[in-house]
C-alpha cells in the first residue's frame, strides 16, 4: 500500500537522506571549502545532475528548489520502501 506521509522542502537544489544515528559524525562545514567536512562532500557530489553516498547518507541533486511529495510503501505491514517525488511530470 502506498500512502502519502508528507512534503520535503528543497531551498539548495540538492535533497540528503540520513539515519539519523550517523549525524553524530557529521562533520560541520562550509561551502565551498578545503577542510574536508561533509557539507562540502555532500555539496560537490550533488552539483547538476549528481549523487553522493557518505556513511549511511545520500545525496541527490534535484536540479530545482521546490516541495516534493513523500511517500511510503509497505506489504504486510512492514515499510518496503521510501519514495521521494522529485519530477512531477508536468
Not at 500512502?3 to 540520513?18: A, F, N, P, T, W
Not at 562550509?30 to 549511511?56: H, I, K, W
Amino acid at each position: 500500500m502506498r500512502k502519502l506521509i508528507g512534503r520535503i522542502s528543497v531551498d539548495s537544489g540538492q535533497l540528503l537522506i540520513v539515519d539519523p544515528c550517523h549525524l553524530s559524525a557529521w562533520k560541520a562545514g562550509d561551502y565551498p571549502a578545503d577542510d574536508g567536512n561533509d557539507y562540502d562532500a555532500v555539496s560537490r557530489g550533488t552539483v547538476g545532475e549528481g549523487n553522493v553516498q557518505l556513511r549511511g547518507m545520500v545525496g541527490v541533486s534535484t536540479n530545482d528548489d521546490g516541495d516534493y511529495d513523500v511517500y511510503v510503501v509497505r506489504e504486510g505491514g512492514r515499510v518496503k520502501k521510501v519514495e521521494v517525488i522529485i519530477d512531477s511530470g508536468d
